[in-house]
């Protein structure tokens, strides 16, 4: 491969061809494809041939891996979590929208995923630009939440009570779960409106997944300015669908995007590895 090209799509994100990520990418390039990173919130590879050594390889160019408390391992590999649903099980893991980690003091920084074993058809992931969420937001609305901080939880999706994301019985056979680890973290509060650290652009830092309330409302206005955000943050204008192909990769962060994979392959199995990157404290 050779001559880079980054080309944004519709909605949110960018597609990165002209890069073999199986070889090691010159300062140049990699430096190209950071601010890429930086500034369309998720970036997209095609026709890539990453073994596992390869996958780790590239993550650790970027930082220091995330070992996940809460997916299941690869068994040769423990820097690489799998992303799995078998033909038989009904539930699949990340189906709604969620941003990975907010629940952390230091959040991720994001995650790249390859496709290993795809559905015939199905199993879609879209994303969400939280930049754009954000910069569509009235003046009101942008004075209202300056100085706002919410509350995120570990608790909600992957402790005792397990929500609607995953149920009991899917989260069994080692696919997901460890309640125990959720339990223990604390609760941690990030800003409802962060600057970006590597584009120094605003973006939306609230998720349905982990948020659980802004700091300082009771409980009736919190809940009534989370929904309208997650209803804002849900503009179709602001999403991009991306069809997952044999050799397709996406790396996407998580202080700027939403992501959903999409539960539409029924008796079908996906296969997908992930490798998360270590963050830093949000301001």
Same mark, same amino acid.
């Given at each position: 491969?050779g001559n880079?090209?980054?080309?944004?799509?519709? *909605?949110?994100?960018?597609?990165?061809?002209?890069?073999?990520?199986?070889?090691?990418?010159?300062d140049?390039?990699?430096?190209?494809?950071?601010?890429?990173?930086?500034?369309?919130?998720?970036?997209?590879?095609?026709?890539?041939?990453?073994?596992?050594?390869?996958?780790i390889?590239?993550a650790?160019?970027?930082?220091?891996?995330?070992?996940?408390?809460?997916?299941?391992?690869?068994?040769?590999?423990?820097?690489i979590?799998?992303?799995a649903?078998?033909?038989?099980?009904?539930?699949?893991? *990340?189906?709604g929208?969620?941003?990975d980690?907010?629940?952390d003091?230091?959040p991720?920084?994001?995650?790249?995923?390859?496709a290993?074993?795809?559905?015939?058809?199905?199993g879609?992931?879209?994303?969400a630009?939280m930049?754009?969420?954000?910069?569509?937001?009235?003046?009101?609305?942008k004075?209202?939440?300056?100085?706002?901080?919410?509350v995120?939880?570990?608790?909600?999706?992957? *402790?005792?009570?397990?929500?609607t994301?995953?149920?009991k019985?899917?989260?069994?056979g080692?696919?997901?779960?460890?309640?125990?680890?959720?339990?223990?973290?604390?609760?941690?509060?990030?800003?409802v409106?962060?600057?970006?650290?590597?584009?120094?652009?605003?973006? /939306?830092?609230?998720?349905?997944?982990?948020?659980?309330?802004?700091?300082?409302?009771?409980?009736?206005?919190s809940?009534?300015? /989370?929904?309208?955000?997650y209803a804002?943050?849900?503009?179709?204008?602001?999403?991009?669908?991306f069809?997952?192909?044999?050799?397709?990769?996406?790396?996407?962060?998580?202080?700027?995007?939403?992501?959903?994979?999409?539960?539409?392959?029924?008796?079908?199995?996906r296969?997908?590895?992930?490798?998360?990157?270590?963050?830093?404290?949000?301001?």
């Amino acid at each position: 491969m050779g001559n880079l090209s980054i080309a944004p799509l519709n *909605g949110v994100g960018a597609e990165v061809t002209g890069v073999d990520l199986a070889r090691e990418l010159d300062d140049g390039v990699f430096a190209e494809i950071q601010n890429a990173f930086a500034n369309y919130g998720v970036i997209f590879f095609r026709d890539q041939s990453l073994n596992e050594t390869d996958h780790i390889a590239f993550a650790k160019r970027w930082g220091t891996v995330n070992v996940n408390r809460f997916f299941a391992a690869h068994e040769k590999f423990p820097e690489i979590a799998l992303v799995a649903k078998e033909p038989e099980q009904t539930d699949n893991i *990340g189906g709604g929208w969620h941003t990975d980690h907010s629940y952390d003091a230091e959040p991720a920084m994001g995650s790249i995923l390859v496709a290993r074993v795809l559905p015939d058809s199905g199993g879609d992931t879209l994303f969400a630009s939280m930049y754009s969420a954000y910069e569509a937001l009235d003046d009101r609305m942008k004075d209202k939440l300056e100085g706002l901080r919410a509350v995120h939880s570990a608790k909600r999706i992957f *402790g005792e009570g397990l929500d609607t994301y995953y149920t009991k019985t899917d989260a069994g056979g080692g696919r997901i779960g460890n309640t125990a680890a959720a339990e223990a973290l604390q609760d941690v509060s990030h800003p409802v409106v962060l600057t970006h650290p590597l584009s120094e652009r605003k973006a /939306l830092y609230v998720n349905p997944a982990f948020t659980i309330a802004i700091e300082g409302m009771d409980k009736a206005e919190s809940d009534e300015l /989370l929904s309208d955000l997650y209803a804002h943050c849900m503009n179709p204008a602001f999403t991009h669908r991306f069809q997952w192909r044999p050799g397709s990769i996406a790396f996407w962060d998580n202080r700027a995007t939403w992501h959903w994979a999409k539960n539409d392959y029924h008796g079908q199995r996906r296969v997908m590895h992930r490798i998360t990157i270590e963050g830093c404290a949000l301001h």
